[in-house]
T-cell receptor
Framework: DTGVSQDPRHKITKRGQNVTFRCDPI?????LYWYRQTLGQGPEFLTY????????KSRLLSDRFSAERPKGSFSTLEIQRTEQGDSAMYLC??????????FGPGTRLTVL | AQKVTQAQTEISVVEKEDVTLDCVYE???????LFWYKQPPSGELVFLIR??????QNEISGRYSWNFQKSTSSFNFTITASQVVDSAVYFC????????????FGSGTRLLVRP
């Protein structure tokens, strides 16, 4: 049984560049979540999809952030014009109707 | 507002000691879920347990046990006979039973088990 996968695992970029992360949820999980975790803190919710519909976005998700889940399978998170404050671990999780979220290994973003 | 507090930032124990990680939560909802996750040095969050707000029965799984008390809004986690492999950051989380079921995490407790 394949777990949640994320790509890339690490990303180093220069300030002002755009980056895109991918998440592949556990197959048949209809719910998908993105979280952001900074050093020494717990993960913070960014956005939620049920199938292909984006149903909730956190105030943390500025206009520079956009997420998609075409066809209700994998999801992408794009950050435009990255800033040093965007440096963090970006975590993806998925769940089925039992509402237990299983997390991927995360993508660590470093903005120079 | 919903909030999870893990007051213990870091705990250090010697192998085979028992250790309890505290979790206190705040919510105005009458129905909710509580979770514990483990984050080893590799970084991936590993699901440990989920409890429903209407089920206060304590649970034991091997060396792990959980004590849920609605009266004190606490959901504490005990590791019996700790092992070096238990070293990790442990997060307590709360989820409302609303449309998204998003998780609200505490700041985590770093557990170091020394040989």
């Amino acid at each position: 049984d394949t777990g949640v996968s994320q790509d890339p695992r690490h990303k180093i970029t220069k300030r002002g560049q755009n980056v895109t992360f991918r998440c592949d949820p556990i197959s048949e999980h209809n719910r998908l979540y993105w979280y952001r975790q900074t050093l020494g803190q717990g993960p913070e919710f960014l956005t939620y999809f049920q199938n292909e519909a984006q149903l909730e976005k956190s105030r943390l998700l500025s206009d520079r952030f956009s997420a998609e889940r075409p066809k209700g399978s994998f999801s992408t998170l794009e950050i435009q014009r990255t800033e040093q404050g965007d440096s963090a671990m970006y975590l993806c999780a998925s769940s089925s109707w039992d509402n237990t979220q299983y997390f991927g290994p995360g993508t660590r973003l470093t903005v120079l | 507002a919903q909030k999870v507090t893990q007051a213990q930032t870091e705990i250090s124990v010697v192998e085979k000691e028992d250790v309890t990680l505290d979790c206190v939560y705040e919510t105005r909802d009458t129905t909710y879920y509580l979770f514990w996750y483990k984050q080893p040095p590799s970084g991936e969050l590993v699901f440990l347990i989920r409890r429903n707000s209407f089920d206060e029965q304590n649970e034991i799984s091997g060396r792990y046990s959980w004590n849920f008390q609605k009266s004190t809004s606490s959901f504490n986690f005990t590791i019996t006979a700790s092992q070096v492999v238990d070293s990790a950051v442990y997060f307590c989380a709360l989820s409302q039973m609303d449309s998204s079921y998003k998780l609200i995490f505490g700041s985590g407790t770093r557990l170091l088990v020394r040989p």
